[in-house]
């Protein structure tokens, strides 16, 4: 026992490894390097390099690197260094007086859930590191001794958060500084850091320092503003964008608030008050139109309300309503207007043309939209009609804005009787387009004429097997080639 603690004195205080003495600086970078190097120096004395494959043991028989290991010996190395410590003073100088022992306070929560290391008098916590690489974290290189210190500058900072490592920023107190952390930030090109140091600006710093001096930061302003429209801090996005003097951004933002407004009324009232907004022209007449649907919507949906209540119209009995038509967008209400009140005289606020005139809505989308909702309706004579135009002489002929080729598909959609299809088909000009929708949708008679027109017999010949066997298809494609053979 005697040589055993003639070891432990010699290791304590051999010039390889400092012993604790008084005259050290009290500090906590100190206390922190000696603890490193007590705990790191074990390794010397336990564990034998050559034999990696071996499970190393401590004094006491436990493994090194588990927890209770890890609590035990660093108090008992502790108690020893003070004992050592206490007979060399004794020994050396009897003026200085004996200190209690310091006593080592660990937290296994600590253990798992990590956190910034921090040195206290008598106390330390672990670092963010696992229990088994406890140690090996002790020997990382000086250079990053300072992370334990959080000393750090506004570049080492921001190079930190890039890597993930959580750090404050409280210590960045003046002006001065807090401005070096946001240009390091912007300098260093990662979002969420800009923002991250943004939010801690707008939390310590008076909100027209903080505007003045964005104000010649233009990317770390474009980054507050659009953290402010996803947070919906709508107040202090105002302010900010007075203070800028954007007034057409100031219009917009409050123009947004209607969003949040669910009460139909008061969401018109507030939709009236922003027509006076600072807008430029064309928003001042998008809001204006904006106010007159809704006007509209607020009408139609009271009158249809009362119509499908009482059963007095036979479409609202026959297609009851599914939602209604409050805050729908234009092409909506158009569609509902052409589904329930198409035949309505153009005076009345329901009535289709009314509405197309009203908001000057284009011819092609008001066919687009009056199509899907006769069609669904299977009202062929009011798309028949919707295609039908007479020129002075009084003749008539169809006409389509769309393209007829557009015009047989939302027809196909709807379940079209091949009939209907064929008429449109016919009225397809390219001739390619024509027989691919023909063969496509089974409107036999018009590829028949289509291959006809072409003299194509090899094609007639061909498609005589995509019809019925005796059907009337078949004899009228005998006739053509029996004409084309004679001629």
């Given at each position: 026992m005697s040589r055993a603690r003639a070891d432990e004195e010699e290791y304590w205080h051999s010039s390889k490894f400092r012993a604790f003495t008084f005259d050290d600086e009290d500090d906590e970078l100190s206390q922190l390097k000696e603890s490193k190097r007590a705990v790191n120096s074990l390794r010397d004395i336990v564990d034998d390099d050559d034999d990696d494959d071996l499970?190393?043991?401590?004094?006491?028989?436990?493994?090194?690197?588990?927890?209770?290991?890890?609590?035990?010996?660093?108090?008992?190395?502790?108690?020893?260094?003070?004992?050592?410590?206490?007979?060399?003073?004794?020994?050396?100088?009897?003026?200085?007086?004996?200190?209690?022992?310091?006593?080592?306070?660990?937290?296994?929560?600590?253990?798992?859930?990590?956190?910034?290391?921090?040195?206290?008098?008598?106390?330390?916590?672990?670092?963010?590191?696992?229990?088994?690489?406890?140690?090996?974290?002790?020997?990382r290189p000086k250079?990053?001794?300072?992370?334990?210190?959080?000393?750090?500058?506004?570049?080492?900072?921001?190079?930190?958060?890039?890597?993930?490592?959580?750090?404050?920023?409280?210590?960045?107190?003046?002006?001065?500084?807090?401005?070096?952390?946001?240009?390091?930030?912007?300098?260093?090109?990662?979002?969420?850091?800009?923002?991250?140091?943004?939010?801690?600006?707008?939390?310590?710093?008076?909100?027209?320092?903080?505007?003045r001096e964005l104000e010649v930061r233009q990317v770390a302003l474009c980054h507050l503003i659009h953290?402010?429209?996803?947070?919906?801090?709508?107040?202090?996005?105002?302010?900010?964008?007075?203070?800028?003097?954007?007034?057409?951004?100031?219009?917009?933002?409050?123009?947004?608030?209607?969003?949040?407004?669910?009460?139909?009324e008061k969401r018109r009232e507030?939709?009236?008050?922003?027509?006076?907004?600072?807008?430029?022209?064309?928003?001042?007449?998008?809001?204006?139109?904006?106010?007159?649907?809704?006007?509209?919507?607020?009408?139609?949906?009271?009158?249809?309300?009362?119509?499908?209540?009482?059963?007095?119209?036979?479409?609202f009995r026959k297609y009851p309503r599914k939602a209604s038509i409050l805050n729908m967008p234009l092409v909506t209400t158009l569609f509902y207007s052409c589904f329930y009140h198409y035949t309505e005289a153009e005076g009345t606020f329901s009535s289709p043309t009314n509405l197309k005139k009203t908001f000057k809505i284009p011819d092609k989308q008001y066919v687009l939209t009056a199509l899907a909702a006769r069609a669904k309706l299977r009202a062929w004579d009011d798309v028949d009609a919707l295609f039908t135009t007479k020129n002075w002489l009084g003749y008539t002929k169809k006409k389509a804005p769309i393209g007829f080729h557009r015009v047989v598909e939302i027809l196909q959609r709807n379940n079209a009787p091949v009939q209907v299809l064929q008429e449109y088909v016919r009225l397809v000009?390219?001739?390619?387009?024509?027989?691919?929708?023909?063969?496509?949708?089974?409107?036999?008679?018009?590829?028949?004429?289509?291959?006809?027109?072409?003299k194509d017999r090899i094609q007639l010949t061909a498609y005589k097997c995509k019809v019925e066997r005796g059907s009337a298809d078949e004899e009228k494609i005998n006739s053509i080639l029996n004409n084309l053979v004679r001629n």
């Open positions: 499970e190393r043991v401590s004094w006491s028989g436990e493994p090194v690197g588990s927890i209770s290991w890890s609590i035990k010996e660093t108090a008992s190395s502790s108690t020893s260094s003070l004992e050592g410590r206490d007979s060399s003073l004794q020994k050396g100088s009897s003026s200085y007086a004996a200190f209690p022992k310091q006593v080592s306070s660990y937290s296994l929560s600590s253990l798992f859930k990590g956190g910034v290391p921090h040195i206290q008098y008598g106390q330390m916590a672990l670092s963010d590191t696992g229990v088994k690489n406890y140690a090996p974290e002790l020997r250079a990053e001794y300072k992370d334990y210190s959080s000393d750090w500058s506004p570049k080492d900072t921001v190079r930190r958060m890039q890597r993930g490592k959580v750090c404050s920023l409280e210590r960045f107190r003046s002006l001065r500084d807090k401005l070096m952390l946001l240009d390091e930030a912007v300098a260093g090109h990662d979002g969420n850091v800009i923002t991250a140091v943004l939010i801690f600006l707008k939390r310590t710093l008076r909100r027209e320092i903080l505007f953290f402010l429209k996803e947070t919906g801090e709508q107040k202090f996005l105002l302010d900010l964008l007075r203070f800028l003097d954007r007034t057409e951004e100031v219009a917009l933002s409050q123009y947004r608030e209607h969003l949040n407004i669910q009460d139909v507030f939709l009236k008050g922003c027509i006076g907004l600072p807008f430029s022209a064309e928003d001042t007449s998008h809001i204006q139109d904006h106010y007159t649907l809704l006007e509209r919507q607020i009408i139609i949906e009271a009158n249809d309300r009362h119509l499908e209540t009482a059963g007095q119209s036979e479409i000009e390219d001739v390619e387009t024509r027989l691919n929708l023909a063969t496509k949708y089974k409107c036999h008679d018009v590829a028949i004429e289509t291959y006809r027109d072409l």
